[in-house]
Structures are given as structure tokens and as C-alpha cells.
């Protein structure tokens, strides 16, 4: 007799279920696409950005090919270019850069809050110099920072925000939605966000109805006015296909039932993970996070890895390298940021997103608790 055991096996990110939920809404209502061959602009284009645009709370919504375009754009679009300064959080993806420098503006990188590891206005006021235009939060994991406060300190020294929401679609602080509080919300819609295509998308929301038409024009050539070969501006090609419109409206309908499963999630690790071994990021209480990641800190991060890894737990690191201490980042670094720099030795992602199985949390919780190392104070 032998006794079998079954290897448990926790992926990282499992989309195949959130793909399942919209399956056949997507299929019928691209045959209806195939049928029209409206395959850029059109209905599709529009009804979204409307849902959108009322989902988080603001008049307009443009779409966008990617997240990166949606940054870089809206920078083009505010003037923010050769000769600004742009201030950012040096712990983000490496795309919140990129779009300043694709601007042609300068990224100034600032440290963040120890605890939440978001910008505060302690951060920002260290990063601004008297060419700073604009203020990008960033609402790293799914939670915006203390918006009040960034929106205060922002306008006391005369500068724009405009909120990285790419991680952080229905995310809200006070009774307000990412995106919908600073001049724009750019928005990623690449397949493993909370609100993601079968592909690259993105948006920017806005209140302000100038931007917009910029921002349209700026994402179609230039294009102005209903003139096919009327070109107003040096713009792009970085139009939402109307495919993952449709997409992305079925999936918006789910939005906000996926985003209360990975909450219940995360309320597992965080009972049941020990804080001496696994520190989770703090969450404001201002706010509503929505938990694109469950990031925990932890000492000896590489052997704990393989100790999941070898339990069958997949895990991932957002972000091993802050984005000054990168080779075509670091001509802009202007001295150490001890906090982002520590967070990118200590940050682990555990599993998460919204058809993770209670049980399958638990037992990520259990392993941790099992192999992690005790943290140095
Ligand atoms: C994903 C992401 C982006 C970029 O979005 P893409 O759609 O991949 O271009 C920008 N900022 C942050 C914080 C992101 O997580």
C-alpha cells in the first residue's frame, strides 16, 4: 500500500474563470462586431468609455490603446513636455517613468511612506523644484495614497496631479473613485489588472471637457473636427480596438463582485499570516483599496520564494528594482530613496486575484507562516 499524495499547485494569477464569467457575452457580441466590421471607433468604442466614465465618477472617458499611452498622452495633452519636471513615486512599474520621458519631460523620483509605500506630501515636497508641473500618484497594489492631502500640497505649490490608477480600477478614497480626483486618471487595462482586456487597452477619465478633445485627437493622428485628413496636432495611433471594448464592458459589469472576492482574500492573509514573519503593506483608512496585489515584507526573500515555490505556490515580486536604480533611469536619480529602495529587497506578492480558492489562501498563509524567517526590526 502507498499512501498519494496530490500536489497542491497555487498559481500566481489564474484569469481562466474571469475569462469564463464574460465568455459568451464577448463571443456574441463580437459576431455582431463581425457582422458590422466597425473594427476602430464606432458603438462599441463609445458605449464603454460612457460606462466607464459613470463608473468612476467623471463626465468623459477616452480609450487608449495601453496604460503607458494614456500617461504619456495626457502629459502631451496638459503641455507637460521638454523643460518640465514631473514628480513620481520611484516604486512603481517602470512605465510611470517612461511615459514622462516619451513626454519629453523630466522624471523627478520621490520616496514614499514607509508603511503604505505611497507618496505623501513629506515625499512630494522633497522631489518639487520651481520646474515641477505635475504630480503623479501612483496607486501602487489597488490603494490611492492619502488623495487629500496630495491634492492640497499639489495645488498650495501650483502643480497638477494626475493619478497612475493602472492598478487600481473601482479602488476609492473617501467616497470618491481612483482616477476621478486628480486633471486625469490614466487607466491600464493589460490582461492581468483588475479590469483587463484579452490584450493591451487603456483610458484616461477626465472632468475637463478641453483635455478631452485633446486627448482624443492626440490618440488618432491629431485628427480634428469630422475631417478624415484634418490633422490639428502631432498626435499617435493609440485607439482602443472596438474587440476589447466590448470586452472590457462585459467584464466592467463583474467589476466591482471580482474586486469584493479578492477583499475577502485579502482579509484571509491578513488574519492568518504572521506580521513578524510576512508584514502586509498597510492600507490608509481613508480609503478603499482593491487589492491588484497582496504584497507582503519579508527578510530573506529569495529562500522563502523557493520554500513556496517548492510547496507549489507561485509568487511574484512588483518590484525587485526601484525605477532610479535602472540602467536608462539612473541619469535621472538625484540621491538615495532608502524607503523604495528597501521595499524593492522586501516586497513579496502572493497569490491573488478573484477565483482564488478560501482553502488555497489558507494554505498560502500556512506555508508562509511555515518557511518565512522571523524579520530583523
Ligand atoms: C500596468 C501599469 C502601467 C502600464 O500599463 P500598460 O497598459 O502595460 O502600458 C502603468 N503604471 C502602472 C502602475 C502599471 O501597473
Not at 463581425?34 to 472617458?61: K, Q
Not at 522563502?304 to 533611469?329: C, E, F, K, N, W
Given at each position: 500500500?502507498?499512501?498519494?499524495?496530490?500536489?497542491?499547485?497555487?498559481?500566481?494569477?489564474?484569469?481562466?474563470?474571469?475569462?469564463?464569467?464574460?465568455?459568451?457575452?464577448?463571443?456574441?457580441?463580437?459576431?455582431?462586431?463581425?457582422?458590422?466590421?466597425?473594427?476602430?471607433?464606432?458603438?462599441?468604442?463609445?458605449?464603454?468609455?460612457?460606462?466607464?466614465?459613470?463608473?468612476?465618477?467623471?463626465?468623459?472617458?477616452?480609450?487608449?490603446?495601453?496604460?503607458?499611452?494614456?500617461?504619456?498622452?495626457?502629459?502631451?495633452?496638459?503641455?507637460?513636455?521638454?523643460?518640465?519636471?514631473?514628480?513620481?513615486?520611484?516604486?512603481?512599474?517602470?512605465?510611470?517613468?517612461?511615459?514622462?520621458?516619451?513626454?519629453?519631460?523630466?522624471?523627478?523620483?520621490?520616496?514614499?511612506?514607509?508603511?503604505?509605500?505611497?507618496?505623501?506630501?513629506?515625499?512630494?515636497?522633497?522631489?518639487?523644484?520651481?520646474?515641477?508641473?505635475?504630480?503623479?500618484?501612483?496607486?501602487?497594489?489597488?490603494?490611492?495614497?492619502?488623495?487629500?492631502?496630495?491634492?492640497?500640497?499639489a495645488a498650495r505649490h501650483g502643480v497638477l496631479v494626475i493619478e497612475d490608477a493602472a492598478q487600481a480600477q473601482g479602488?476609492?478614497?473617501?467616497?470618491?473613485?481612483?482616477?476621478?480626483?486628480?486633471?486625469?486618471?490614466?487607466?491600464?487595462?493589460?490582461?492581468?489588472?483588475?479590469?483587463?482586456?484579452?490584450?493591451?487597452?487603456?483610458?484616461?477619465?477626465?472632468?475637463?471637457?478641453?483635455?478631452?478633445?485633446?486627448?482624443?485627437?492626440?490618440?488618432?493622428?491629431?485628427?480634428?473636427?469630422?475631417?478624415?485628413?484634418?490633422?490639428?496636432?502631432?498626435?499617435?495611433?493609440?485607439?482602443?480596438?472596438?474587440?476589447?471594448?466590448?470586452?472590457?464592458?462585459?467584464?466592467?459589469e463583474r467589476l466591482d463582485a471580482w474586486n469584493a472576492a479578492r477583499s475577502e482574500l485579502m482579509a484571509i492573509y491578513?488574519?492568518?499570516?504572521?506580521?513578524?514573519?510576512?508584514?502586509?503593506?498597510?492600507?490608509?483608512?481613508?480609503?478603499?483599496?482593491?487589492?491588484?496585489?497582496?504584497?507582503?515584507?519579508?527578510?530573506?526573500?529569495?529562500?522563502?520564494?523557493?520554500?513556496?515555490?517548492?510547496?507549489?505556490?507561485?509568487?511574484?515580486?512588483?518590484?525587485p528594482i526601484a525605477i532610479h536604480r535602472m540602467g536608462p533611469y539612473a541619469e535621472y536619480a538625484r540621491g538615495r530613496?532608502?524607503?523604495?529602495?528597501?521595499?524593492?529587497?522586501?516586497?513579496?506578492?502572493?497569490?491573488?486575484?478573484?477565483?482564488?480558492?478560501?482553502?488555497?489562501?489558507?494554505?498560502?498563509?500556512?506555508?508562509?507562516?511555515?518557511?518565512?524567517?522571523?524579520?530583523?526590526?
Amino acid at each position: 500500500m502507498s499512501v498519494v499524495t496530490v500536489a497542491r499547485t497555487v498559481p500566481f494569477l489564474d484569469l481562466s474563470s474571469v475569462t469564463d464569467e464574460v465568455r459568451n457575452r464577448v463571443l456574441h457580441r463580437w459576431g455582431e462586431l463581425l457582422d458590422d466590421n466597425r473594427f476602430i471607433g464606432g458603438e462599441a468604442v463609445s458605449s464603454f468609455e460612457d460606462r466607464f466614465a459613470a463608473y468612476c465618477g467623471t463626465p468623459y472617458a477616452v480609450g487608449m490603446a495601453n496604460g503607458t499611452d494614456a500617461l504619456q498622452l495626457t502629459l502631451r495633452a496638459l503641455g507637460i513636455g521638454a523643460g518640465s519636471e514631473v514628480v513620481l513615486p520611484a516604486n512603481s512599474f517602470v512605465a510611470t517613468a517612461e511615459a514622462v520621458v516619451l513626454a519629453g519631460a523630466t522624471p523627478v523620483f520621490a520616496d514614499v511612506d514607509p508603511q503604505t509605500l505611497l507618496l505623501t506630501p513629506a515625499t512630494i515636497e522633497a522631489a518639487l523644484t520651481a520646474r515641477t508641473q505635475a504630480v503623479i500618484a501612483v496607486h501602487l497594489y489597488g490603494r490611492t495614497p492619502d488623495m487629500d492631502a496630495v491634492l492640497e500640497c499639489a495645488a498650495r505649490h501650483g502643480v497638477l496631479v494626475i493619478e497612475d490608477a493602472a492598478q487600481a480600477q473601482g479602488a476609492t478614497w473617501g467616497d470618491r473613485r481612483a482616477g476621478s480626483m486628480g486633471v486625469a486618471g490614466c487607466f491600464s487595462f493589460y490582461p492581468g489588472k483588475n479590469l483587463g482586456a484579452f490584450g493591451d487597452a487603456g483610458a484616461v477619465v477626465t472632468r475637463d471637457p478641453a483635455l478631452t478633445e485633446r486627448l482624443r485627437a492626440l490618440r488618432d493622428h491629431g485628427r480634428v473636427g469630422d475631417a478624415h485628413y484634418d490633422h490639428g496636432y502631432v498626435g499617435t495611433n493609440s485607439r482602443l480596438d472596438a474587440l476589447q471594448a466590448i470586452v472590457l464592458e462585459a467584464k466592467l459589469e463583474r467589476l466591482d463582485a471580482w474586486n469584493a472576492a479578492r477583499s475577502e482574500l485579502m482579509a484571509i492573509y491578513r488574519s492568518q499570516i504572521d506580521p513578524t514573519r510576512a508584514a502586509p503593506v498597510e492600507d490608509l483608512p481613508g480609503g478603499r483599496g482593491i487589492h491588484h496585489l497582496a504584497v507582503v515584507r519579508v527578510s530573506e526573500r529569495d529562500t522563502l520564494r523557493a520554500a513556496l515555490a517548492d510547496g507549489g505556490i507561485s509568487t511574484g515580486v512588483h518590484y525587485p528594482i526601484a525605477i532610479h536604480r535602472m540602467g536608462p533611469y539612473a541619469e535621472y536619480a538625484r540621491g538615495r530613496l532608502p524607503v523604495a529602495e528597501l521595499a524593492a529587497r522586501e516586497v513579496l506578492s502572493l497569490p491573488m486575484y478573484p477565483h482564488l480558492h478560501p482553502d488555497d489562501a489558507r494554505y498560502v498563509a500556512e506555508q508562509v507562516n511555515q518557511h518565512a524567517a522571523v524579520r530583523r526590526p
